[in-house]
């Protein structure tokens, strides 16, 4: 089982939608990342989150540490949202820059 | 600033042969990783570095030498190439970021095709 779980695997929605991708995690962290990785490959951070929420533009991250997990939101989707969401956690123990990588949701938003 | 860029974008490469990866970042950033990203298997960290003069190995070493000689590079060496080495690779470094959190910055990648 891997330490970082993320669901759902892939998702579809019609343009307009409220998305949510979700992150659970089973080792203690410093903090949680999510990331996007786009078609073509690149990856671009979105947030850093070590407690509670953070939002830019239509993007809302929170964490509730206690749970052990994170969720991902995208308010009023796009077509150009669609991309592959990688939630990955640092882990407090040992050398606490390392990432725990969960395998990504793919989100294709349909016009 | 350019951030960080990788080189070669592509590459074929046939077993057996060698080849180092580049890596390097602008924004003075201590910690650069090396990741290799295979379908199914999400993002494995390869070897990282904290800082000028210092590496460590991570999930994957075998196979893959890097040195870190100056603060802005971070090359990665395949020493003998094979076909299980076909990925595409990621360099990252890691610092804050606008919102005055740590982040990770990627680079575009290289896709690796060993034949």
């Known amino acids: 089982k891997n330490e970082v779980e993320q669901s759902p695997q892939n998702l579809t929605a019609q343009e307009g939608e409220f998305i949510t991708i979700n992150c659970s995690y089973s080792?203690?962290?410093?903090?949680l990342h999510w990331l996007q990785q786009h078609p073509g490959g690149g990856i671009v951070s979105l947030f850093m989150?070590?407690?509670?929420?953070k939002k830019h533009g239509r993007l809302i991250a929170t964490i509730n540490i206690q749970e052990k997990h994170s969720s991902l939101h995208i308010t009023a989707s796009h077509p150009r949202d669609s991309a592959v969401y990688i939630c990955?956690?640092?882990?407090?123990?040992?050398?606490?820059?390392?990432?725990?990588w969960g395998l990504g949701t793919s989100l294709a938003v349909n016009p | 600033n350019a951030g960080v860029t990788q080189t070669p974008k592509f590459q074929v490469l046939k077993t057996g042969q060698s080849m180092t990866l580049q890596c390097a970042q602008d924004?003075?950033?201590?910690?650069m990783s090396w990741y290799r990203q295979d379908p199914g298997m999400g993002l494995r960290l390869i070897h990282y570095?904290?800082?000028?003069?210092?590496?460590d190995q991570g999930e994957v070493p075998n196979g893959y030498n890097v040195s870190r000689s100056t603060t802005e590079d971070f090359p990665l060496r395949l020493l003998s190439a094979a076909p299980s080495q076909t990925s595409v690779y990621f360099c990252?470094?890691?610092?804050?970021?606008?919102?005055?959190?740590?982040?990770?910055?990627f680079g575009p990648g290289t896709r690796l095709t060993v034949t």
């Open positions: 570095s904290v800082g000028a003069g210092i590496t």
């Open positions: 989150l070590s407690s509670g929420k």
């Open positions: 080792v203690g962290i410093s903090a």
């Open positions: 990955a956690v640092r882990s407090n123990a040992g050398n606490n820059r390392k990432l725990i």
């Open positions: 990252a470094s890691l610092g804050q970021g606008h919102q005055s959190s740590y982040e990770q910055y």
């Open positions: 924004m003075n950033h201590e910690y």
